[in-house]
């Protein structure tokens, strides 16, 4: 990874944790570098950090909530149906399992990159997230596992341990991500009753941090 976000991995409750140039006792005090952010993850293949660690002197970008973009244009498209990725998904075309909430979310965070890039940095520079979700139309309750499956394709689809690459759910088939990336944000995610557009499921902020 180019910048200077170190992933500091718990091994075992009596080992220590580190990463190259740190060496960290597992329950001791810990204070990163002041410019260096630290994410704190357990296990090799873990979707989200424990939490971040940020130095007093490290410069980092907040974004607005972002939601998905209006690109589907099929005449008789839903509200919801507007924010499918055309790009991703011809003619607004869901392949098996693919839900609303996932492809919404793949439109989202395809803007996060765009949003980032525009910042001077990339998807690899994320260190927290905040997610709100929306139950889509006719369910009782906000699709997480949609959103999941969307969130593995641009964020913590390596193997910390080998370097691998992981294989990811698109729906119901098994893909290769649409972008490898390992950083792991701290993230939580929220249901909310009504996002302020409608159609949307899906929201999102993001917090990340420049490269020296």
Sequence with gaps: ????????????????????????????????RPT?????????????????????????YKSSGLGPAAMNTTPGAT???????TDV?????????????????INVLMRIGENLERAGLSYDDVVSMRVFLQNPAGQEKMDFAGWNRA??????NTNL???????VQLGSA????????????SRFALEIENLPVDGWLV??????????
């Design 89 to 105: 998904f011809p003619g607004g075309v869901l392949p098996a399992g693919v839900t609303i909430t996932e492809a919404q979310g």
């Design 36 to 60: 260096e952010a630290h994410s704190f993850v357990t296990g090799d293949t873990p979707s989200i950090a424990d939490g971040v660690a940020i130095g007093k002197n490290v410069s980092w």
């Design 174 to 185: 098994r893909t290769a991500p649409m972008v490898v990336n390992a950083a792991r944000p």
């Design 203 to 212: 929201e999102v902020e993001v917090d990340a941090v420049y490269p020296k």
């Design 1 to 32: 990874m180019k910048n200077r976000t170190k992933v500091v991995v718990a091994v075992a409750l009596t080992a220590a944790v580190s990463v190259p140039g740190t060496a960290v006792a597992a329950g001791k005090l810990f204070e990163p």
């Design 151 to 156: 969130y593995r394709q641009f964020f913590a």
């Design 79 to 85: 509200a919801e149906q507007r924010y499918v990725p």
């Design 161 to 167: 341990a080998t370097g691998a690459t992981l294989e």
